[in-house]
Structures are given as structure tokens and as C-alpha cells.
């Protein structure tokens, strides 16, 4: 669930990291990578999470603008979800944080 008090804040590193910054969405918006998945195919590629979490994080990151969801009338229902143009602006600095973390993997850094 999200927490209002970092998306009202007057810092806009707070507010951004209140949209994204928690525990799956990186992940999802990361496995959305330029790619459209249907609901299924993303809680196949994100085993540890529920699938009550996973609505529930899509749906924020459907309000937020980061992700789009398209639903098509058919039987069986088909739902897939999508990077938006913001969404993708955030791939590159998450490749950034991810070079980051190889360079210092192994090392300690002082509390």
C-alpha cells in the first residue's frame, strides 16, 4: 500500500521515490522492460509475489503514469500492461543503479 506521505512531500526525491521505491514496483517496471505482458506472464516472472500484491502495485503504477493497462473483450478476459513513455524514461536509470551495484558488489560500505 502506498504511503501518501512521500508522494505529498515538498522534496520531489521523496515524491519520486514514493512512486517507485518500493519493495516490487523496480522489478515490474523492470520486467516490463519495452514489452507488453499479460498478468499472468508478469506473476510467472515474480514467483515471491502475491498475486493481491501484484494488482495492487500495477494498479499504483497505472495511477502514477508509469504503466498503461489494456483490457480487451474476449472470453477469456486479456489484460496487458505496458511501459508509458514516462515508464520507459526510468529504464535508464535503473540500468544505472544496477552498473552501480556491480561495480561495488563485494564491497562494505560504512554505516
Same mark, same amino acid.
Given at each position: ?30 520486467? #516490463?522492460? +519495452? ?5 499472468? !506472464?508478469?506473476?510467472?516472472?515474480? =514467483? ?5 500484491? @501484484? &494488482?495492487?502495485?500495477?494498479?499504483? #503504477?497505472? +495511477? ?5 493497462? !489494456?483490457?480487451?473483450?474476449?472470453? =477469456? ?5 505496458? @511501459? &508509458?513513455?514516462?515508464?520507459?524514461? #526510468? ?21
Amino acid at each position: 500500500m502506498r504511503d501518501e506521505r512521500f508522494c505529498k512531500s515538498e522534496c520531489s526525491l521523496t515524491r519520486a521515490v514514493g512512486k517507485i521505491g518500493n519493495k516490487w514496483k523496480p522489478i515490474i517496471i523492470n520486467i #516490463l522492460n +519495452e514489452r507488453t505482458l499479460r498478468f499472468g !506472464q508478469l506473476d510467472a516472472f515474480i =514467483p515471491m509475489i502475491t498475486r493481491k500484491v @501484484l &494488482t495492487e502495485q500495477l494498479k499504483e #503504477l497505472e +495511477e502514477d503514469g508509469i504503466v498503461t493497462r !489494456q483490457s480487451f473483450s474476449e472470453l =477469456p478476459p486479456r489484460v496487458e500492461y505496458s @511501459l &508509458t513513455k514516462q515508464g520507459l524514461q #526510468l529504464l535508464p536509470i535503473f540500468r544505472s543503479m544496477m552498473e552501480w551495484n556491480s561495480a561495488h558488489e563485494g564491497t562494505i560500505m560504512p554505516m
